[in-house]
């Protein structure tokens, strides 16, 4: 498959789960407006670090799964379809609810870059969601300067679309803004995820043996 379309493919679903308010961006918002920008950009950088870094987990196991075993990479794939597919019906049928910022934590006396760090490090179903992201396009044959370009775009978008939230988006009123704006991303995000879904377990085909 050509690279380019790979790469779409995975971040048609990569950037809209990253703007969807979630604890990544409830800690640099709190950063923010604790501590000031620089503490926001702190956060943002462990943040995207350990996005980063579940990126790259995903990838090198889903490889591993595809070059060595073709029933469990079709598993995986299955599985992958599924989450996404369930990840959206829940978002397109989801209430509106406010961004809760909470009235204190442990990001008031960690270093605002460990903050960042821990709080996606303790976000269980990161690692699930870039599973089942990379799911949709890793194949046996998906060279290493791919994925190697892949994580790097995931590290990018996430200082990126953070850096942004913390120089912009830490006053009450725009925070009420995006609050407002969340549910038409959340079921924006939520069409595409069960589409892509679907498709992986449509395109998915059990390997027969020879």
Same mark, same amino acid.
């Given at each position: 498959m050509d690279p380019i379309l790979i790469l779409a493919g995975v971040f048609a679903i990569f950037i809209p789960a990253l703007m969807l308010p979630g604890p990544d961006f409830v800690a640099v918002v709190r950063s923010s407006m604790t501590h000031g920008t620089r503490a926001g950009l702190m956060t943002t950088a462990g943040v995207s670090l350990m996005l980063a870094a579940y990126a790259a987990l995903s990838l090198l196991g889903?490889?591993?799964v595809l070059a060595e075993y073709q029933w469990l990479a079709w598993a995986v794939r299955i599985a992958g379809g599924s989450y996404l597919a369930y990840l959206g019906v829940r978002l397109l049928f989801s209430k509106p609810v406010n961004i809760d910022l909470g009235s204190g934590s442990a990001g008031d006396t960690l270093h605002p870059f460990l903050f960042g760090l821990l709080v996606t490090?303790?976000?269980?179903?990161?690692?699930? %969601?870039?599973?089942? %992201?990379f799911a949709t396009a890793v194949t046996a044959e998906t060279p290493g300067w791919l994925m190697a370009m892949m994580v790097a775009m995931v590290m990018a978008l996430s200082l990126v679309w953070y850096s942004i939230v913390s120089l912009f988006m830490?006053?009450?009123p725009v925070i009420r803004s995006l609050g407002n704006a969340r549910h038409l991303i959340e079921r924006t995000a939520g069409v595409c995820f069960i589409a892509i879904g679907g498709k992986i377990m449509a395109d998915s085909r059990y390997p027969l043996a020879p």
């Open positions: 889903l490889s591993a490090l303790t976000n269980p179903k990161a690692i699930v %969601v870039f599973a089942s %992201v830490s006053s009450a």
